[in-house]
């Protein structure tokens, strides 16, 4: 049974309400409303304002396209593919989705079960998950250049440190110094670590492109791995290898990864808490946070980064009006940055604008992906918005006390 058919009684469930387009309502006097960013102020899909408006431009026609592959009523040609895959799979049309109590209908789930019955059909994908699928399933050594010199604890300690894709060097790196700061961070923290050197990818950018059975392969490799090292625990600094340690292993492997997992922001927070991370260097102008969608909205962890923020910038710290749940997806997910990077930059910059507009000159997010197309969109809008991720904040910002800090594994 193909995981569609799995899906339909929640296909069918779905009412059309447009809760998942945007809020239909106007008034600006409610928290989180944004002047101009749609006809009522508040955007749920973030690629349908910058769409024609078709019904497949969001959530409801999209699912509604899932239905016409499963009663073969419909073909699949490119303008189909083309809407399958122009998607964050942000998954803010599930937080306000009525019908993911009820019924169980999770629209994320179904368009990655859309794309995943396109591409099992025979069907060829656009050319940037074409460019994934060519990858081969191999491991690949860290480059030691990404390790930052002198060191300690590099191949000691139970705590195993996942690097993956973004921020490794197996890929093209648009954020090299993460791996480092994390790194040095946790030296000056004094815990003990291994980096997972092997190279091998979560499997995140196959599950979600509807690869699945790709994924399901280096999710067997990197049970092996950390089974072989004997690790108490294993951190990252990715939200979407995160996510996918977390949240989708357990179901692709019935196991899961074998070992707690946890994302460098709960581990820093634990320090913050235990007052060994604080403020240091001085920070010039107002600082925000930006919550990748699958370590908030997919994963739950928000409280976490603001701790620590708070720690390092004190008053200086504010929040954005959409924010936590209701945060606006940066672009990059769900493979729009390599298969439509023109909207990745667009939803990029609609994010830029609204920080710039509350007036904060520093965003820090916890996601290298954020990063990337963060920057790329305060290129594109020729401002000086100081984009960073959380560890290279911290280790550029925050003042390290000596003491014990035991890291938590739940």
């Known amino acids: 049974m193909s995981e569609l058919s799995k899906l339909r009684e929640a296909i069918y469930s779905c009412k059309r309400c447009a809760s998942c387009r945007e809020w239909d309502w106007y008034d600006s006097s409610l928290p989180g409303f944004m002047e101009g960013m749609t006809k009522t102020g508040f955007s749920i899909c973030p690629v349908y304002k910058h769409s024609p408006g078709f019904e497949t431009d969001f959530a409801r026609g999209k699912v509604r396209l899932a239905r016409g592959l499963l009663e073969d009523s419909i073909e699949i040609n490119e303008r189909l593919k083309e809407k399958a895959f122009q998607c964050t799979m942000c998954g803010n049309c599930y937080e306000h989705c009525p019908g993911n109590r ?7 789930e179904v368009i990655r079960a859309l794309r995943e019955e396109i591409l099992e059909r025979g069907e060829k994908a656009p050319k940037g998950i074409k460019d994934m699928r060519s990858r081969t399933i191999s491991a690949k050594a860290l480059p030691e250049t990404w390790v930052p010199r002198g060191l300690r604890n590099f191949r000691e300690g139970s705590l195993g440190v996942f690097l993956g894709c973004m921020t490794s060097g197996s890929v093209s790196i648009q954020s090299p110094t993460i791996a480092s700061s994390f790194l040095e961070t946790l030296q000056s923290l004094d815990i003990p670590y291994q980096v997972i ?13 509807g690869q699945a059975e790709v994924a399901r392969r280096y999710a067997e490799a990197n049970h092996r791995i950390m089974k072989e090292r004997a690790l108490t625990a294993v951190v990252t600094t990715c939200s979407g290898c995160y996510a996918m340690f977390k949240n989708e292993y357990p179901t692709l492997l019935q196991t899961g ?24 260097k001085p920070i010039e102008g107002k600082v925000t946070y930006h919550d990748p969608c699958e370590l908030g909205r997919r994963s739950g ?15 200086r710290y504010g929040e954005l009006q959409q924010t936590r749940e209701n945060s606006c997806c940066c672009g990059a997910g769900g493979g729009v940055k390599s298969t439509f990077p023109g909207l990745a930059l667009s939803l990029g910059q609609d994010r830029v604008r609204q920080v710039l507009a509350e007036g904060f000159s520093t965003i820090v997010t916890a996601c290298p992906s954020c990063v990337w197309n963060l920057r790329d969109s305060v290129r594109e809008e020729g401002t000086s918005l100081q984009v960073l991720d959380i560890a290279d904040f911290v280790r550029e910002y925050a003042r390290f006390s000596f003491g014990s800090t035991r890291v938590s594994q739940t």
């Open 301 to 315: 962890l928000y409280d976490e980064p603001r701790v620590v923020l708070r720690a390092v910038a004190g008053d």
């Open 197 to 209: 050197d092997d190279g091998w990818c979560c499997g995140n950018p196959y599950y979600w492109s």
């Open 102 to 108: 009820q019924q169980k209908l999770n629209p994320v």
């Open 257 to 280: 990864l074998g070992v707690p997992v946890l994302h460098s922001v709960e581990l820093l927070a634990q320090a913050a808490s235990a007052g060994r991370i604080t403020s240091g």
